[in-house]
């Protein structure tokens, strides 16, 4: 594809309230070594942003409230080149806000109040409806209300538009939502999460890339047309009727995991979106994660496309660990 893709993100944007501390205190316990910072996040905004960086015209659908949050949020989003102008100003609920305790190794405990982000509805979908019909490509998650996705996922299908679904954080409550995609990305636990939903038990394998395999398969005999399982600094896992990929990942230094998976998604409809086969845009996403980890942040650490190319020049993707001698 010659031409800047267009993807329609439809999803959350939260305030990230960070507290950086020796270690996370127990109950009762009281820190004054804190370090304290604040970040846009939300797994809709920061898909948003990932793919602008990486050269897509992105607009981004959803509710944020009338409130100072809500102000940076929106700001943040134009600064990065989406377009809001599908976003609706929730004058009855504050934005979402997540809050952040992360440890010295790195590690977090998190409270989420997703605030207005649970009051986008169908009818905020249809009003932009036109131009969820002019992309290329829609970007799913499941930080909002089902309905609000169902909505999404049918105006698309009716236009011919492949979908990707990444359900996370709150997994749907049935299965219907990702039978209509063309490719859902959960990562190991929320495949095994998605596979409780069809009554089935869960698998005998140890080896996460087995597991994956497994897990995947059992999604695929539900009715799911397509899966990428991420396994984090291991791999991933491509599953589709008659196919099963594995992939490893870039050498890199590891900084902060924190918005991988969703650099990971965001290149995976990149690529999609630009004409790609799915195992190349597999690889221009574990890429673009790899840069990601090695740095500080969330949207901080996503690269432009220049950088991911750059970085696809100079390295190889390695095997999966199960092919390692």
Known sequence: MDKQPKVVVIGSANMDLIMRTARIPRSGEIFTDGKFTTASGGKGANHAVALARLGAKVEFIGRIGQDP????LLENLRN??????NTVRDAAYHTGTVSILVNAQGDT?????YGSNLRLCP???EKASDSIRKADLMLLQCEVPEAANLCALAIAKDAGIPVIINPASILPSSLDLLQGAYLITPNLGEAEGL???TGKRLYSATNPFRKAEEVAQSLIDAGIERIIVTLGSKGSVYV????KKDFGTFPTTQVDVTGAGDAFTAAIAYGIATGQSIEDAIILASATAAIS????GAQP????LKEVQAFLDSQTLGPPPTLQK
């Open 69 to 72: 949050f809500g102000e940076i």
């Open 80 to 85: 990065e080149g989406v377009s809001i102008s």
């Open 109 to 113: 405990a998190m409270v989420a109040d």
């Open 123 to 125: 009818s905020d979908i």
């Open 195 to 197: 596979v409780g939903l």
């Open 240 to 243: 589709a009727p008659g196919i």
């Open 293 to 296: 980890v090695s740095r500080l």
């Open 301 to 304: 650490s996503f690269p432009p």
